[in-house]
């Protein structure tokens, strides 16, 4: 708590006008008074100088709220000094996930040029060497992605996969994928509730593990 150098001067000299009548009036007052009763009067005083500090005086700083950093999580593996999953404040390009990860293993050239698109949370980069140093492209796999709290694209997530997600068991995740394939896709999370045996309370509880990125015609 800070209180302005202004309040401190206002406070002192309440507290001083307080005194200097409390002084002078002090024997006429107190001599009616048991020494408990003077203890109550005295402590009351404190509370109502409190209680008026509060109210006319302090004035708290604004509450700033710590902001909630999004991270945007890569997996880099194959030909790099050290492979693993990297954390970054902001979405990163393909060159900044591969400097990340050590840079390459060779002073080698990539076949194609390293693309200025940023990747998106939960991409898996792949550096193969063949004839040339090639970049694979894909998505890591699901428990990790679970582990980060990043959803699974309900139109590519296998029966495996499902049953990793809390609610939901083999038999459950084979009425997705069978709704899935007779519906070619899921076109909303909401289309889960078609599916039989989740109902409001149980796609409310999962529904925030799911995507849906429409499947290609």
């Known amino acids: ?23 002078i009036r002090k024997p006429q007052l107190f ?13 009351l005083a404190i509370f109502i100088l409190a209680a008026l500090y509060f ?70 980069i792949t550096i193969l060497k063949e004839s040339n140093i090639k970049v694979k492209w894909g998505r890591m796999q699901a428990n990790k992605l679970l582990v980060f709290s990043i959803p699974l694209d309900i139109n590519r997530v296998s029966i495996e996969d499902l049953c990793l997600i809390p609610g939901i068991g083999e038999s459950l995740a084979r009425k997705i994928v069978a709704y899935r394939e007779r519906r070619k896709g899921f076109r909303s999370i909401g289309e889960l509730k078609n599916v039989k045996g989740i109902g409001e309370n149980k796609w409310k509880a999962f529904k925030s593990s799911f995507m849906v990125k429409p499947l290609p015609q």
Not at 31 to 43: A, I, M, N
Not at 97 to 119: D, Q, R, W
């Open 31 to 43: 001599k009616y008074l048991s020494l408990g009763q003077q203890k109550v009067l005295f402590f």
């Open 55 to 124: 109210r006319f005086y302090y004035h708290p700083l604004p509450f700033r709220s710590e902001e909630i950093v999004r991270e945007f999580v890569v997996e880099v593996s194959g030909e790099v000094p050290n492979p693993g999953i990297y954390f970054f404040q902001n979405p990163p390009t393909l060159k900044e996930a591969i400097k990340k990860a050590g840079g390459l293993k060779e002073n080698a050239l990539l076949e194609t040029n390293l693309s200025p698109e940023v990747l998106k949370t939960g991409t898996l």
């Open 1 to 23: 708590m800070q209180i302005s150098e202004f309040s401190k001067q206002k406070i002192k000299s309440f507290f001083s006008f307080l005194n200097s009548q409390f002084a």
